[in-house]
Every structure is written in structure tokens, then in C-alpha cells.
């Protein structure tokens, strides 16, 4: 480089004007491998294992749901439909992950490429302009830390924002908007969104950079795009609930640094995803109302999270052919057969009702421990008979008719008697984890005992 005075194309002295030349990344090969994870074979004894360092995100239900915190170079994917919050989660996750926040690197006048700060975010968004995030954030109360906004949909200068910035989390938002531009197809291809991905991945595992990926989903509630995104990511967190309900279920569906059976329940507010960590409390509340038919209370468990659970049952006369079932939260199916079973086993004839079970608050359960309060609340309701408020339900009915065991008893029992419920309704073959629960167990064995003793009792008010 020197400089030089006159044209040598029109030989005129001083008409040159510099001109910046954007350097474009280089595209991938095509041959290469999702990953570059590559070793000699080694024994396993020689491999010393190190302890995983977790930084704890800072809300509580997503510390849970990761096992801990995040790992670094951990990559997650996170799913769910139109309006549930996943733009609001990942602002707030990157407010609290900003370790710059007191630093005052947020006002300072350097240049974003002499700021290292061990704390920086990068949020990206192929979706919204950078008004739209910042009015956001400001609704959110998210403060000025070490956070940094890029609206961008080109890979390539996406990477060179991550080498610019060198953050220690990447937030895309989200990756079926973003293009590789050596690669034919539109934004949100198949082989768009799997290189685009891998590209991805590839510079974070190897900066130990933590990487979030926001995922569209279809009709069906599905991940959008190919299957082969869910096997490269470490984590998958789906959010599960319409956004009509009140509540938000985070549930993991892969996990390799933690459980996949845990959930994140959030409630959305004026000011973003606000944790829940006493779900009961949404329930405890209506315990002052008078007791009603076709209503019952049962404990679930999410990997080690009781949860208290409220049944509705409506059991009406038919006008159809064909009686309806309809189920909300819970299995169609298993709930077919327990009226097959109480049909069998009470004499009680669901031919000409219809049937309609929800569980309330918009959560989506498989525990079979509800079994027992799903036949309570049906029976109530058919009968016209309140439910006892102060009993809880828990057991597991199979085809047979008989109350069989359920895990974790001994810490539903617990979260009933916190709550407030002064007897539970268990499987008799569960005596050994009802010692000290502080609360009066009464055990059944099968579905007749069951609800004979909950006559018996209802007799007794009446009276």
C-alpha cells in the first residue's frame, strides 16, 4: 500500500476515493461434517472425567429445568408456537446472563471490538428491527448491560459479529429466518436451516460460547425444519400450552448436561415471564368456595416437582347417537379406560352421557396417579355429590379394577399436607411411604373401596 496521486486508467491527478471492500465469509463445503468432533481411539479408564461448571441463569424454574445452570458451549433449542413468550424468555435469560450489568460498560464510548466483557450477550434477530427489541426490553425493564442487538439475517456477518463482540452467549432469533449466502434455498430450507445450524454449532462448542436457537413449530406442535437439528443441539425445551391459558409449561424434551423430566412454569405479565414456584397457591385459593360436584384434587409429580392438580368432570345426558368424550390435559385414551373400568366394577353406565374431563390451568399431565381423582371427579359429577374438600386422591386404576402403587407418594403426601388437606385417598400396597406425612392416610385397594368410603363420608356430612 502506498499512495499514489494520479490515475493510472484517465491519467487526472487527485481523483481517487477510497472505497470499503466488505469481506464475505467463505462458504462451507458441502462434504463437510455436521461436526468437527474427531479423536484417536482411547480406553475409557484413561479418560479422567472433569466436573461440568454451570453458570445458574438467575430465574430460578430455568435453573431447575436446565439441571443446575448452563453448561459452556451448551446449545439450546427452544420451540413453541406464535405469542407464547420465547422472544420474552430469551430477553430476560440474556438480562440476567449480562455479567457486565454494574460494570458501566454500557456506557462507555469504546468500540464494540475492545469490549471483552466475560459477561456479554449477543442477541440477534432475524424477525423484528431494532426499535421493536429495544421498546421490548424496555417494557421488560431489561437494564443496560453488556447486551448487544444485531438485526441480521446473513450468516456470515452474524459470525463476524460473534468474532467482533466474542460474547459468551448467542441468542438467534430465530434460525429458520437465517441464510447461508454460498447455499441455494430459501431462508427456512431444509438444507438452509441445517447448515446454517452446524455453522453455528461448530464456532460455539468451540469457543465454549453458550448458543440459543428459537425455533418455529408446525400446526401439529412440532419442531419446523428438518429432524436432524433436534439430534445436534444438546437441549430441546418445547413450550407447551396455548397462550390463552395463564400459565406457560417449559418442558425439556432432550437433555444431555441435565433431567428431561423437569418443567419451568412461568406466568406472563406486564412485564414479562414471571416465575411460578408454588403452582399450588392457583389452587389453594378456591378451597374457600363451597364444595361442587364433578370436582376433585389430586398431586402430580414432574421429575421431583409436585404439582397440585385440579380435575373437572361433567357428566351430562346424551342428544347424540353416539356419546362424546372429550378430555383436556390429560389422555383421551386412559380416560376411556377408566370408564370402562368403572363400568365394570361401580355399575355405573356411561352409555347415555356424555363426558367431558379438563384439568384446570391449561397443564398438559401423563401421570397415572391421577387415575383415582379422574374417577372421583366422574363419579361426583354423575352422582351430583360433592367431593369432600379436604381429601386428595392418588392411585393408579387399572382394567381389573384395583388401586395399584405410584412413585414418589411420600412427596405428594407432603405437598397435600402443606397445602392444607387433612386426608388422602392412597393405594393400600403403599403403606411403608405414609409414615410420617402428617396427614391421614386411607388406604383402598380397589375402585369399590374406594368410593364406598367416599360415600360412607359423604353420608356423614349430610347428616
Not at 254 to 265: D, L
Request: glycine residues 10%; charged residues 25%; contains cysteine.
Amino acid at each position: 500500500m502506498k499512495w499514489l496521486g494520479q490515475c493510472p486508467g484517465c491519467e487526472e491527478w487527485n481523483t481517487l476515493a477510497e472505497e470499503v471492500v466488505e469481506s464475505i465469509s467463505k462458504a462451507v463445503p458441502k462434504t463437510r461434517s455436521l461436526t468437527q468432533f474427531s479423536s484417536e481411539v482411547v480406553l475409557l479408564e484413561r479418560l479422567s472425567s472433569q466436573k461440568e461448571i454451570r453458570t445458574p441463569v438467575g430465574l430460578s424454574e430455568m435453573d431447575r429445568l436446565m439441571g443446575g445452570g448452563l453448561v459452556p458451549g451448551q446449545v439450546v433449542l427452544l420451540a413453541g408456537p406464535p405469542g407464547i413468550g420465547k422472544s420474552t424468555l430469551m430477553l430476560q435469560i440474556a438480562d440476567k446472563m449480562s455479567g457486565a450489568r454494574d460494570s458501566g460498560l454500557g456506557a462507555s464510548k469504546k468500540p464494540v471490538s475492545s469490549l471483552q466483557p466475560p459477561g456479554s450477550v449477543l442477541y440477534v434477530s432475524g424477525e423484528e428491527s431494532l426499535s421493536q427489541v429495544s421498546s421490548r426490553a424496555k417494557r421488560l425493564g431489561v437494564s443496560r448491560g453488556a447486551l448487544y442487538l444485531l438485526c441480521e439475517t446473513d450468516l456470515s456477518k452474524i459470525i463476524d459479529a460473534i468474532h467482533k463482540v466474542q460474547p459468551s452467549m448467542v441468542i438467534l432469533d430465530s434460525i429458520q429466518t437465517v441464510y447461508h449466502p454460498e447455499l441455494t434455498g430459501s431462508p427456512g430450507s431444509v438444507g438452509q436451516v441445517r447448515e446454517c445450524a452446524a455453522e453455528l454449532l461448530r464456532i460455539c462448542k468451540s469457543r465454549e460460547t453458550i448458543l440459543f436457537l428459537l425455533g418455529h413449530v408446525t400446526k401439529e406442535g412440532a419442531l419446523a425444519g428438518p429432524k436432524v437439528l433436534e439430534h445436534i443441539v444438546d437441549t430441546v425445551l418445547y413450550f407447551e400450552t396455548e397462550r390463552q391459558h395463564l400459565l406457560r409449561v417449559l418442558r425439556a424434551h432432550k437433555n444431555r448436561f441435565g433431567p428431561t423430566s423437569e418443567i419451568g412454569i412461568f406466568e406472563m405479565g406486564e412485564k414479562g415471564l414471571q416465575e411460578i414456584a408454588d403452582v399450588s397457591q392457583f389452587f389453594v385459593a378456591r378451597e374457600g368456595q363451597a364444595a361442587k360436584s364433578g370436582r376433585s384434587l389430586s398431586v402430580s409429580v414432574e421429575g421431583t416437582r409436585p404439582l397440585l392438580t385440579e380435575i373437572q368432570a361433567l357428566v351430562t345426558p346424551t342428544r347424540y347417537a353416539l356419546p362424546r368424550r372429550m378430555v383436556t390435559g390429560f389422555d383421551l385414551n386412559r380416560t376411556q379406560l377408566l370408564l370402562a373400568s368403572m363400568e365394570k366394577h361401580l355399575k355405573v353406565h356411561w352409555d347415555n352421557r356424555d363426558v367431558f374431563v379438563n384439568l384446570a390451568g391449561g397443564m398438559r399431565l401423563k401421570d397415572p396417579a391421577l387415575d383415582l381423582g379422574i374417577c372421583a371427579a366422574l363419579v361426583s359429577s354423575f352422582r351430583e355429590v360433592p367431593v369432600p374438600a379436604d381429601t386428595i386422591y392418588l392411585g393408579e386404576v387399572g382394567l381389573l379394577g384395583d388401586v395399584g402403587r405410584i412413585p414418589f407418594l411420600n412427596i405428594r403426601l407432603k405437598e397435600a399436607a402443606r397445602v392444607g388437606f387433612k386426608k388422602a385417598v392412597v393405594p393400600a400396597h403403599s403403606s411403608k411411604e405414609t409414615v410420617g406425612v402428617g396427614i391421614e392416610v386411607l388406604p383402598v385397594e380397589n375402585l369399590m373401596d374406594a368410593f364406598s368410603h367416599l360415600m360412607k363420608k359423604l353420608k356423614g356430612e349430610e347428616g
